[in-house]
């Protein structure tokens, strides 16, 4: 069993940067292919970023790409997201999320462990 714990979230004015860290329970995330997805209100939830936890392999959306940058700290055992030059549009409620084997996916189904979400806000 995998809990993931995530903090970071808050409001931020358009431009701004946030940082989203999300920490596995139970397990190093060596082990685990980490991502982070996004859902605004009324939308289906998306996918932002992922990589691999024992590898140098990343995926990024290209809605996001050139201003968020997913990485990890092995001594923390920590996954991160950082959200710079932020948009209205960026919105959401973002969720760590984790599975188990080798490949990055970025379709929510594929991905059997979830944290509760950390709400992200940017004003115009």
């Known amino acids: 069993q995998v809990q993931l714990v995530e903090s970071g979230g808050g409001l931020v004015q358009a431009g701004g940067t946030l940082r989203l860290s999300c920490t596995p329970s139970?397990?190093?995330?060596?082990?685990?292919?980490m991502a982070w997805f996004r859902q605004a209100p009324g939308k289906e939830r998306e996918f932002v970023a992922a990589?691999?936890?024992?590898?140098?392999?990343?995926s990024t959306a290209d809605s996001v790409k050139g201003r968020f940058t997913i990485s990890r700290d092995n001594a923390k055992n920590t996954v991160a997201l950082q959200m710079n030059s932020l948009k209205p549009e960026d919105t959401a409620v973002y969720y760590c999320?984790?599975?188990?084997?080798?490949?990055?996916?970025?379709?929510?189904?594929?991905?059997?462990?979830w944290g509760q979400g950390t709400q992200v806000t940017v004003s115009s």
């Open positions: 139970g397990r190093t995330f060596s082990s685990l292919i």
């Open positions: 990589l691999n936890g024992n590898g140098p392999n990343t």
């Open positions: 999320a984790a599975r188990f084997g080798g490949i990055i996916r970025s379709i929510a189904r594929e991905y059997a462990y």
